[in-house]
């Protein structure tokens, strides 16, 4: 029998039914199919559709109404309730192991600012090519430091030439949780330099409206993020 000498395999975690029933509210939030105000679906009805007990059912809208999102009424029923993508984020992070949350994080990034970048190509004002532009140059300063400060600032404006809010948001919130590790890659001996270079290449696309390049531009630049921080001994 042929032995690995390191673990090939990951222990399988079962998902509990609550929890799928959460992911699925938090998706049609997210997607804008449920807005503050909307009436959920009477219990017996929405375990139905989602193939779900009631009791199951129940202990999802428990933890729905403790982190806020909806609220029941006197009258019988679930309502959603105002909420922020910062409040989204955090009530799904809070179930998360650290090295689980950072993985998917730097996941969800490189799918967000990719997107962002394309969607920069047609519709980026010349003052969001300045402020881009402006920010590259502020890496090249002396004394920039670390850069991570410009860092911040490229990658802000290329979400706000996007003109879509929730992009810019959850950007930013991302850009918060990670802006400890980020700071720490760039402090890495000729880290700055590189990173420098790949951001000019990324402006250079959306200048030119090279959308493929922007985007695989984009894509390449955060994958070497993610690999320094995979090989740094605790990014997190």
Same mark, same amino acid.
């Given at each position: 029998?042929?032995r690995?000498s390191d673990?090939?395999f *990951? %222990?399988?975690?079962i998902t !509990?039914?609550?929890?799928?029933?959460i992911s699925q509210i938090?998706?049609?939030?997210?997607d804008g199919?449920?807005?503050k105000?909307? &009436?959920?679906?009477p219990? /017996?009805?929405?375990?139905?559709e989602?193939?779900?007990s !009631?009791p199951a059912? $129940?202990? #999802?809208?428990s933890?729905? +109404? =403790?982190?806020?999102?909806?609220? /029941? $009424?006197?009258?019988?029923?679930?309502?959603? &309730? !105002?909420?922020?993508s910062?409040?989204l @984020?955090?009530s799904?992070? %809070?179930?998360?192991?650290?090295k689980?949350l950072?993985?998917?994080i730097? +996941?969800v &990034?490189?799918?967000l600012?990719?997107k962002?970048?394309?969607? #920069?190509?047609g !519709?980026?004002?010349?003052q969001?090519?300045? /402020?881009i532009?402006?920010?590259i140059k502020?890496?090249?300063?002396?004394?920039?430091?670390?850069?991570i400060?410009?860092?911040?600032r490229?990658h802000?404006?290329i979400?706000a030439? =996007?003109h879509n809010?929730i992009i810019f948001?959850?950007?930013?919130? @991302?850009g *918060?949780?990670?802006y400890?590790?980020r700071e720490q890659?760039?402090?890495l %001996?000729g $880290?700055?330099?590189?990173s420098t270079?790949?951001h &000019?290449?990324?402006?250079q #696309? @959306?200048k +030119?409206?090279? /959308?493929?390049q922007?985007?695989?531009?984009?894509k390449?630049h955060i994958r070497?993020? +993610?690999d320094l921080?995979d090989?740094?001994?605790?990014p997190?």
């Amino acid at each position: 029998m042929t032995r690995y000498s390191d673990k090939m395999f *990951n %222990s399988i975690k079962i998902t !509990r039914v609550s929890d799928e029933v959460i992911s699925q509210i938090h998706q049609l939030l997210l997607d804008g199919k449920l807005k503050k105000g909307d &009436r959920l679906l009477p219990e /017996r009805e929405m375990a139905k559709e989602l193939g779900v007990s !009631r009791p199951a059912l $129940r202990e #999802a809208l428990s933890a729905l +109404e =403790s982190t806020g999102f909806i609220e /029941r $009424r006197k009258g019988g029923g679930c309502y959603v &309730r !105002r909420f922020s993508s910062n409040d989204l @984020i955090t009530s799904i992070v %809070s179930s998360k192991s650290d090295k689980q949350l950072f993985m998917d994080i730097l +996941e969800v &990034r490189e799918v967000l600012e990719s997107k962002a970048a394309e969607l #920069a190509i047609g !519709r980026a004002t010349e003052q969001d090519l300045q /402020r881009i532009d402006e920010a590259i140059k502020m890496m090249e300063s002396p004394g920039a430091g670390s850069g991570i400060e410009a860092d911040i600032r490229f990658h802000l404006f290329i979400a706000a030439a =996007s003109h879509n809010e929730i992009i810019f948001k959850l950007t930013k919130n @991302i850009g *918060n949780l990670l802006y400890s590790t980020r700071e720490q890659t760039l402090e890495l %001996s000729g $880290r700055k330099k590189e990173s420098t270079i790949e951001h &000019r290449q990324i402006f250079q #696309a @959306i200048k +030119e409206k090279k /959308r493929g390049q922007a985007v695989q531009a984009m894509k390449l630049h955060i994958r070497k993020v +993610e690999d320094l921080i995979d090989n740094m001994k605790k990014p997190f």
